[in-house]
C-alpha cells in the first residue's frame, strides 16, 4: 500500500499478485509490528535523583484496535485489517515513553505508575492520545494532552502536543518507523518540562 504517491504500474502489478494469492490460499497472515525502541541504555538507577512514575495511557476508542489506522482523507480512517499491532498500542507507548524519557532524564529513575507505592517526591505522567496514525499525505502523526502531577495529585504542568514525521518510503513498514520519531518528538517535550518542574 501506498500512502506518500500512487504509482500506477506498480500498484496495477501489486493487485494482480495479491489476486493471483488469494487464488491459491484462503487466508493471508498477517504482517505484525512493533514500535521501534529507544536506541539508547536507561540511565536512571536506584541511586538516581529524581523519581517520575508513566501511567499507561488513555488512547482514543479508533485507536484501541489491532490494526494499524490509516486516516484516508480529511474525514475518513481505516484501520487495516492485515497490518496489525503486535501487542496493544497502549502498552507500545506506555513502554515506549518510559525508556525514552530514561535515555532523556539520566538522573532519574521512570518507572511505570501501578497505582502501588507512592515516593513523596516523585513526578506522574498521564497521556492521552487523540491521534496515532498515517495521514493520506504521507505524514506520520501523533498528537494528544499529557499532564505532569505531584505526589498529591496536585497538576504541575498540562500540555497538548502534536508531532509529524514525514514517512521515509512507502509502505507500513515505513510507517510505523515514523509513528515511533514522532513519539520521540513527544517524549523530547515531556522530558523539557520535567526537567523545568522538578
Given at each position: 500500500m501506498s500512502f506518500k504517491t500512487s504509482r500506477p504500474a506498480a500498484l496495477l502489478t501489486l493487485a494482480?499478485?495479491?489476486?493471483?494469492?488469494?487464488?491459491?490460499?484462503?487466508?493471508?497472515?498477517?504482517?505484525r509490528f512493533m514500535l521501534p525502541d529507544s536506541q539508547a541504555v536507561p540511565s536512571g538507577g536506584p541511586g538516581a535523583e529524581h523519581v517520575l512514575r508513566v501511567r499507561a495511557?488513555?488512547?482514543?476508542?479508533?485507536l484501541d484496535v489491532d490494526g494499524i489506522v490509516l486516516q484516508l482523507d480529511d474525514i475518513s480512517l481505516n484501520a487495516a485489517r492485515q497490518h496489525l499491532w503486535a501487542e496493544?498500542?497502549?502498552?507500545?507507548?506506555?513502554?515506549?515513553m518510559r525508556a525514552r524519557l530514561a535515555e532523556r532524564l539520566g538522573d532519574t529513575?521512570?518507572?511505570?505508575?501501578?497505582?502501588?507505592?507512592?515516593?513523596?517526591?516523585?513526578?506522574?505522567?498521564?497521556l492521552e492520545v487523540d491521534s496515532f496514525q498515517g495521514r493520506y499525505d504521507g505524514l506520520a502523526?501523533?498528537?494528544?494532552?499529557?499532564?505532569?502531577?505531584?505526589?498529591?495529585?496536585?497538576?504541575?504542568?498540562?500540555?497538548?502536543?502534536?508531532?509529524?514525521?514525514?514517512?521515509?518510503?512507502?509502505?507500513?513498514?515505513?510507517?510505523?518507523?515514523?509513528?515511533?520519531?514522532?513519539?520521540d518528538q513527544v517524549a523530547d517535550q515531556v522530558a523539557a518540562t520535567v526537567r523545568r518542574h522538578r
Open positions: 494482480m499478485l495479491l489476486g493471483l494469492s488469494g487464488c491459491a490460499t484462503s487466508t493471508t497472515p498477517a504482517n495511557p488513555r488512547l482514543a476508542h479508533y496493544p498500542l497502549g502498552r507500545q507507548l506506555e513502554r515506549g529513575r521512570v518507572l511505570r505508575d501501578e497505582g502501588g507505592h507512592r515516593e513523596p517526591d516523585a513526578l506522574f505522567l498521564r502523526v501523533a498528537s494528544g494532552q499529557w499532564q505532569l502531577l505531584a505526589a498529591d495529585g496536585t497538576l504541575v504542568a498540562m500540555e497538548n502536543f502534536r508531532a509529524e514525521t514525514e514517512l521515509d518510503d512507502d509502505g507500513y513498514p515505513a510507517l510505523v518507523r515514523a509513528l515511533g520519531r514522532s513519539w
